[in-house]
């Protein structure tokens, strides 16, 4: 037999928001022969208990404080149930009238949260080497229990005293959905047996040094629209269109395929306001597609509170930022760019979660995620066990590289030294490593102004120098990145606040540099020998110039038997009849010239095919620019 009491110290703890265990005296109890069913509901104005089965009623007496209902049923066991509520209200002519409302008792169910997984945090092994999955307990679940369709909200406390569930659906009074404490534990657990699908919602703790905190649950599939950040409980539901994509993507081989990435802060891309991820996803993808780039990167798209910190204070690491649109609308804009052939790829650097980022892959059909650490990307492959090879998860960027290529351009021609030096010194340039050449945000913010800004010389000179540049981080070993704005010759560094200015593409010299990024990525794209893996002694090999400020250098793959001839001439002055050492006798031609008039060069490039003699190709070499070669064997 069961006893069971009620003590008015206990109930002044519920009324007090001091309880930690709820159940002990809420929901139904059995004492002897008989049954309490006791409730906390304030302002409502009457409860009733209803016998599922046999569909009688039971009137609850409020009693011992304002909102506690009980009431005693006489000789009977426990039987399933719900609650019949009574509200006041007052309707437009402001007469009282009553509504009521059936709903089931939260404090009637047992556990919602899965005692093994439970278990699992308490031991230790709640990692996803043993299958644990954090979204599988903590947060909010949509579950069904014994039929009832609600939700499980569960969160780790440390230090609590009481935790509880606030949200639209009890006025974010905390004493009326406190949490049950599972014994041993910091966990809270809590079964509402209500379909509350887009509701807003939070956790409301007191801690033991009687501090009382409200926050968002960091595991929220979404939140509210910015400014307000509550958790949104939503069930995601999207029909994926890209089967086709995604099988794919599983036999491609990164390794030799050209990954050209256009880097976005998806804010400013635009100053149109108001669009959704779905908006936003169509009017980038047909921009990517028709520049030839084959991924978009975000930076951080999680949810994040401040805009001056551009997504990198991650407040929500499950859920697309509510900026622009819900999990579904981002789910949508993924999918298009599937359908056009774009993979997608996530800044997660704030993240160090392994479990998050497989989330991320599986939720959202993500083709990369952007880290910089090493120790946590290679926890990641180990752990996965390489269920994600057709992912990219790391996409380090080779910085250093960048950072002396651009220190290098952003001299005069007259103060440039020997490029070979400066670039054979630096990691992942000639030895053969593949990693991303990343002309990121990093390298345009912080006052640091745009590429074009950082170039030296006048007007023309630094548009003649920034075609250089481009070349150059082109033709260097490794998969490229540039970020939104730069394509286009944009003035003024990266804000995070600023959207970029398409009007000034109005000017023919940025039209002209747009142009020359979108014809080197064709190149880039077409050309194998740009993008195919090649071991050290191939990724680049510099060539004997001969003259100050030209640089010579080919770029070989393992399994191809030519090469591409990169001149790049940093000085003032054209060079005429300039003598290109090449491998094999044949006819030669210019794939493309920085110094083409299309793309707002003098014209001074090599027009018609050259053909070598005795291992020379007698070429000209503009001013300031950057041409590749390569031997035709269809001219």
């Keep these: 037999m069961n006893i069971f009491v009620l003590r008015q110290e206990e109930i002044s703890a519920l009324i007090d928001a001091r309880h930690n265990n709820p159940h002990h005296i809420l929901g139904m109890h059995e004492c002897l022969d008989d049954v309490y069913v006791n409730v906390y509901m304030p302002g409502v104005a009457s409860v009733s208990v209803v016998d599922i089965s046999s569909r009688k009623e039971y009137d609850m007496e409020q009693m011992y404080a304002e909102g506690f209902y009980t009431v005693k049923i006489e000789h009977t066991k426990p039987f399933l149930y719900y609650l019949k509520v009574v509200h006041k209200v007052w309707d437009e002519d402001g007469r009282e009238k009553e509504i009521s409302e059936i709903r089931y008792d939260a404090y009637s169910f047992d556990y919602s949260a899965d005692l093994h997984k439970v278990m699992a945090v308490v031991n230790g092994s709640d990692d996803i080497e043993s299958g644990f999955k954090v979204k599988d307990l903590f947060g909010a679940r949509h579950i069904e229990r014994s039929g009832v369709k609600g939700v499980s909200f569960c969160m780790n406390v440390p230090k609590a005293l009481r935790v509880s569930v606030v949200g639209d659906f009890n006025h974010w009074d905390g004493r009326v959905n406190p949490m049950r404490k599972i014994d041993y534990t910091d966990i809270y657990e809590l079964f509402i047996p209500q379909e509350l699908n887009e509701t807003r919602y939070k956790f409301e703790v007191l801690y033991d040094d009687g501090r009382v905190d409200i926050f968002s649950d960091p595991y929220a599939a979404a939140y509210e629209m910015t400014p307000g950040n509550a958790s949104l409980l939503m069930e995601l539901s999207y029909k994926w269109e890209d089967a086709a994509y995604m099988e794919k993507r599983k036999k491609a081989d990164l390794c030799n395929m050209p990954v050209n990435i256009y880097e976005v802060h998806l804010p400013t891309w635009t100053d149109e306001e108001k669009l959704t991820y779905r908006d936003l996803g169509k009017k ?352």
């Design 284 to 635: 980038l993808a047909s921009y990517v597609n028709s520049m030839g780039y084959n991924y978009v990167s975000f930076l951080p798209l999680m949810e994040y509170s401040s805009n001056d910190i551009w997504g990198y204070d991650t407040t929500g690491m499950f859920a697309p930022t509510s900026r622009f649109g819900t999990p579904s609308d981002f789910m949508a804009m993924v999918d298009f760019f599937h359908s056009k052939g774009i993979g997608v790829i996530m800044d997660m650097v704030p993240v160090t979660d392994i479990d998050c980022i497989a989330y991320w892959i599986e939720t959202y059909h993500l083709d990369g995620i952007r880290l910089d650490n090493d120790e946590l990307i290679s926890r990641f492959h180990s752990v996965t066990n390489g269920s994600y090879q057709d992912v990219m998860v790391g996409c380090r960027w080779n910085t250093e590289g960048v950072s002396a290529l651009i220190h290098f351009m952003c001299k005069t021609p007259q103060t440039r030294e020997n490029y070979q030096d400066v670039m054979s010194a630096v990691s992942g340039y000639t030895d053969g490593e593949k990693r991303i050449v990343a002309l990121s945000h990093d390298e345009v913010s912080c006052h640091k102004g745009s590429f074009i800004e950082m170039m030296p010389g006048g007007y023309e000179d630094k548009y003649a120098d920034l075609r250089v540049l481009y070349g150059l981080y082109m033709t260097m070993p490794g998969d490229k990145l540039i970020f939104m704005g730069q394509e286009i010759g944009l003035l003024g560094g990266f804000t995070g606040t600023i959207p970029i200015d398409w009007s000034v593409l109005e000017f023919d010299a940025n039209k002209y540099l747009q142009k020359y990024v979108k014809d080197f990525n064709k190149l880039y794209r077409e050309e194998p020998l740009l993008y195919m893996e090649a071991s050290e002694q191939k990724a680049v090999t510099f060539l004997d110039g001969g003259k100050k400020n030209v640089t010579v250098f080919k770029r070989s793959a393992d399994t191809a038997s030519d090469s591409l001839y990169i001149v790049c001439n940093f000085g003032i002055k054209d060079i005429k009849d300039f003598k290109l050492k090449v491998d094999t006798d044949g006819k030669y031609k210019e794939l493309i010239s920085s110094d083409h008039v299309k793309y707002g060069g003098e014209g001074n490039h090599n027009k018609t095919i050259k053909v070598s003699v005795k291992g020379e190709l007698i070429i000209n070499v503009p001013a300031l620019s950057i041409s590749i070669i390569k031997r035709s064997s269809s001219v």
